[in-house]
């Protein structure tokens, strides 16, 4: 198996990891990419695996994705801080993430308990979102330091890319596609 550092603590495992067959843009945002988780990573203060981040378009229909997810670009990872609720590391990440870096931090607290992170859509001009999972393809706005929205609650429902997402992404396939989590 090949691997190459992206960051301090994100590398590609090409046997795995899609970064292999990613188109030269996907590799790029991939970079990008592990360059914000790596920040999310040190405020958090705790290791974050990725569980999902480059997806071929068969891949992404595979599990569900949207047509128009970033994972089809590269520019957006699903990933489980180790060590602490997803609770309390996104109330430490969120408050001090630059709103211009990313452009949706979604937290799945009452499905699979982890996040995606997404690059700035500069298609919708997406920026900075902090959205909590309240229902199958809804979300609401979240405020770090709030509780979560109840699963089922109504109110600031967000569309997300996610919208035909199946509730079953925790695979190898990926790499950033398997950005891989280097030992602490």
Do not use: C, K
Not at 49 to 76: D, F, I, K, P
Not at 101 to 121: D, R
Not at 158 to 177: K, N, P, T, Y
């Amino acid at each position: 198996m090949s691997t190459g550092l992206v960051t301090p603590h994100f590398y590609t495992a090409s046997d795995h990891s899609g970064w292999a067959g990613a188109p030269p843009e996907a590799r790029a945002n991939l970079t990008s990419l592990a360059q914000v988780l790596e920040v999310a990573r040190a405020r958090g203060g705790v290791p974050l695996r990725v569980t999902s981040g480059y997806r071929s378009r068969a891949y992404n229909a595979a599990v569900g994705g949207s047509s128009t997810s970033q994972h089809l670009t590269g520019s957006a990872a699903d990933f489980v801080p180790v060590g602490v609720s997803l609770a309390e590391w996104a109330n430490r990440v969120a408050p001090s993430l630059d709103p211009a870096s990313f452009g949706q931090l979604i937290l799945y607290p009452w499905t699979q308990g982890h996040a995606h992170l997404s690059l700035p859509n500069r298609a919708s001009g997406r920026r900075g979102e902090l959205l909590v999972e309240v229902g199958r393809n809804d979300y609401a706005a979240w405020t770090p330091g709030r509780p979560f929205p109840a699963w089922g609650s109504a109110g600031n429902i967000v569309q997300s890319e996610r919208e035909g997402a199946a509730q079953v992404d925790l695979l190898l396939f990926m790499l950033i596609a398997a950005i891989v989590i280097a030992a602490i």
